[in-house]
């Protein structure tokens, strides 16, 4: 298989990786429990970066607002009455990984064997990543072994950046009028929160942060959170005869009788599932934290209605205990929403076929920042990267399959000037 899905790939290869390479040594890592947007200053060294990049390519309205979103307009070459597409990528990193200090390495010509970073003893084998098998003569980029990549989701950055740059140098190309925005905080659920998308002005959008080449993703979980308190009563353990009631042994009863095979570890491709990801407690007090995922709204509320009727059993049989359950959404399977827009996926597909790449429809076990987005009236599917192996020291990107994506944005431009 040659490494170039199009001579127009190879063409944007050199000026994307330069992009990426200089995008992944800023420290973007965005911080869980944020008390203002962004929740790190780093992502807006990023963003600042952008915007100029932005104005030099052109784009004279790009800016920065104060919640920490770039945007900007690239003009229709057409005069017909294509509708306005937007285009985003997250410029935040994972908060499970480090960030900091990141050295990407490029790997030229990979010849399938075992890659050996320098650092922490890290290892890409091939016989375990999957995806990595198969890439022989890939120009694979890596970090270098004690921090993570941030391909996710600077692949997609570099790659709106260098399909910008390209139309914008080719007004010849016919193109309507593209909105970008680089969004902060996406992995820590934030991404869409503060997006203003009456200003962002587009019918629809494309999320360049999918996985796998040819990935188009319009359907994800649909997603709720359960925190149940459990209220015991202390006393002293040497006189609690009869007295005591201890919370941490309700939740440890309510945990044991939720079902084995509803678990994250047990269930895959379109099975849902509980997940209890964290329990504190002490005698007087035991707080349980749930996520229920489905990519069913009816089973999501069967999943959460099986943990209501569990807790409250456990809990029931012993009257001086209390217990609270609070349920919150946390974003709907966008599918509800784009499948109203079939033009928006249909797009994608035509330009990804455009690009030699059959199209791979795959459910999203999590959530995007489409899932919001398109609750929010903006219709937005995910599209592929090229980066794999996210959120972890690990995470490698193939330039040839980035420099694909990134000419699937152009040709993506073609096929919504057309209609
Ligand atoms: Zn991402």
Redesign the pocket.
């Known amino acids: 298989m040659p490494p170039y899905t199009s001579p127009l790939a190879e063409e944007l290869a050199p000026g994307l990786l330069e992009r990426f390479l200089r995008y992944v040594r800023v420290d973007t890592q965005s911080k869980r429990d944020r008390t203002k947007s962004p929740s790190t200053p780093g992502q807006l060294d990023l963003s600042r970066m952008l915007v100029d990049e932005l104005r030099q390519l052109g784009l004279e309205d790009a800016d920065l607002d104060d919640n920490g979103y770039v945007m900007a307009t690239l003009p229709s070459t057409t005069n017909g009455n294509a509708p306005t597409i937007g285009l985003i990528a ?1 410029v935040d990193t994972s908060p499970d990984e480090s960030g900091t200090g990141v050295e990407p390495i490029v790997h030229r010509g990979y010849d399938g064997a075992v890659l050996n970073l320098p650092r922490n003893g890290a290892v890409l084998d091939p016989a375990m990543l999957t995806e990595l098998a198969g890439k022989e003569g890939h120009d694979i980029v890596t970090g270098s072994g004690d921090t993570l990549l941030g391909a ?2 600077k692949a997609g950055v570099a790659e709106i950046m260098t399909a910008v740059a390209h139309l914008a140098a080719h007004p010849e190309l016919p193109r309507p009028t593209l909105r970008i925005a680089f969004t902060p905080d ?2 820590i659920g934030h991404g869409a929160t503060l997006f203003d998308v009456e200003r962002f002005g587009a019918s629809c959008a494309y999320t360049m ?1 999918g996985s796998t080449i040819g990935e188009l993703q319009d359907e994800t979980f649909t997603a709720a959170e359960a925190i149940i308190t459990i209220r015991g009563v202390e006393a002293h353990p040497g006189f609690a005869t009869g007295k005591m009631v201890n919370a941490t042994r309700l939740a440890g009863e309510i945990l044991a009788a939720l079902p084995a095979d509803l678990t994250p570890e047990a269930t895959a491709d379109r099975q849902g599932f509980l997940h209890v990801y964290e329990v504190t407690g002490t005698v007087g007090k035991a707080v349980m934290r749930v996520i229920a995922r489905d990519f069913d709204d009816a089973k999501l509320e069967q999943h959460v209605a099986l943990l209501r009727r569990t807790a409250e059993e456990v809990v029931g049989r012993e009257p001086r205990a209390r217990l609270d359950i609070e349920v919150t959404h946390q974003y709907p399977n966008m599918r509800t929403y784009i499948e109203e827009f079939p033009a928006v996926v249909d797009a994608a597909e035509e330009a990804i076929r455009e690009e030699g790449i059959e199209p791979v429809r795959t459910p999203i076990r999590g959530g995007t920042d489409g899932s919001r987005l398109s609750q929010m009236g903006l219709p937005t599917p995910n599209v592929f990267t090229g980066g794999h192996e996210y959120h972890s020291v690990r995470e490698w990107a193939s330039v040839q399959e980035m420099a694909a994506a990134a000419a699937t944005v152009v040709r993506l431009a073609e096929v919504w000037a057309r209609r």
């Open positions: 997250h996710d989701d996406e992995e942060d």
